[in-house]
């Protein structure tokens, strides 16, 4: 059984360590080992915290984003010996809380592609803090709210409530395979933080997205069953090429197979794909969302169909 | 330990040569080839005797870019039009 991980990241001040703190209070939350990743000689979040035992751990001085990122995988690393050992609590899940400006991508990487940590740990859930009152700042804000499944808008007890409706739609723009949450003083349900999205990819809409600024996501619905060799090759091709513009994809495939498959990534990271044994219903058309900049879903989708037919 | 790519998992040597075939059709639009070899890597080729062995999918598209010297691009319209004939 693998153990899982749950990453928490959000813009600077808008909210993480608030939700953090609070959900740290909850009872389902006592077995959790939590890694707090602070910017800074002198490292402070984690007191507020106001749990700090063996099962936390700081990494200061740097960004697990960039240059910690050998140490995320030695913490998680050793985390594992020492619970093995009896030295530490025993814990059934890891909360990871980046920092402020941390990129989701190399740390999603991180995980999954070292050698042992994906025998042992399962990225379970991305959540993102958004400030309810300031919305999404700066391209990091953008690409932590992408990665994310499920959207925490925070100062909901402060925020103009129009201004929270005005954000929650912008979120669904750039990123409507997550959930969207308001937590007032930090309170949000613990349950819904711990899982990833329970969205349907079929549920969502397929009109085209009006412009607004940043990113944006498209949503192509696919008739037919797609060849997965050639969705392979597409799919590492476009990465590849465009990976700056893309900031995650999410999809559900009819491959041809009884069930569907489930591929997600976030940048060039790209989670094992899940084969499932079955569809939930009769509709079995494929489902692609790709958030990104400045690509078009008419010139996406006939690539993708052109590559079909190279394999056919 | 090595791990095996998310887009060639679970494929034995048939998988492998028919994505070899599939991937030959993208390729040869930039006067390149490509052979599954050994140990789950490709021998990449150019038409004037280049070669480059990848080790797999992800390692693949740079090499190729790297043999043409110009980028690749799975939305190029030329490539596009190319696998639609």
């Known amino acids: 059984m693998k153990t899982p991980i749950v990453l928490l990241t959000g813009f600077l001040g808008s909210g993480k360590t608030t939700v953090l703190s609070r959900l740290l209070q909850r009872p389902e939350l006592g077995e959790t080992a939590v890694i707090v990743n602070e910017l800074g000689e002198v490292a402070i979040d984690h007191h507020l915290l106001r749990r700090v035992d063996e099962r936390t751990m700081v990494l200061s001085s740097g960004c697990v984003c960039c240059e910690l990122r050998g140490d995320l995988s030695d913490e998680l690393r050793d985390l594992l010996d020492r619970r093995d050992a009896g030295e530490i609590p025993s814990f059934r899940r890891v909360l990871i809380e980046t920092t402020g400006v941390a990129r989701p991508a190399p740390i999603v990487q991180t995980l999954l592609s070292d050698p042992l940590l994906p025998h042992h740990y399962s990225l379970d859930a991305i959540v993102a803090t958004v400030d309810g009152e300031h919305g999404l700042r700066g391209p990091e804000a953008f690409q932590q709210a992408a990665a994310a499944d499920t959207l925490v808008l925070t100062k909901s007890d402060l925020a103009d409530p129009r201004r929270l409706d005005a954000l929650e739609t912008e979120l669904a723009r750039l990123n409507p395979a997550a959930r969207t949450v308001r937590a007032s003083f930090g309170e949000v349900d613990a349950e819904l933080l711990l899982t990833g999205s329970d969205r349907d990819l079929r549920d969502l809409p397929t009109e085209p997205i009006e412009h607004t600024h940043g990113p944006t996501a498209l949503v192509l619905t696919l008739d037919g ?88 | 330990m090595s791990k095996e790519h998310w887009a060639e998992a679970g494929g034995g040597a048939r998988a492998r040569a028919f994505r070899a075939t599939a991937l030959n059709r993208v390729l040869d639009h930039y006067g390149l080839s490509v052979h599954a070899w050994a140990a789950g890597a490709y021998v990449l080729r150019d038409r004037k005797g280049g070669t480059a062995v990848v080790s797999d999918l992800g390692a693949l598209w740079v090499e190729a870019e790297r043999l043409i010297g110009a980028p690749l691009d799975p939305l190029d319209p030329s490539l596009v039009e190319a696998l639609q004939r």
């Open chain 1, 225 to 312: 069953a797609i060849d997965w060799t050639s969705f392979g090759i597409w799919l590492t091709m476009l990465l590849h090429a465009r990976g700056q513009q893309i900031l995650r994809i999410k999809g559900l495939l009819d491959v041809g197979a009884e069930g569907p498959v489930l591929v997600s990534c976030v940048q060039h990271a790209v989670y094992p794909p899940v084969h499932l044994d079955s569809w939930p219903d009769e509709d079995r058309r494929s489902r692609l969302v790709l958030i990104g900049h400045d690509i078009d879903s008419r010139v996406l989708e006939t690539s993708l169909r052109a590559f079909g037919r190279a394999a056919a």
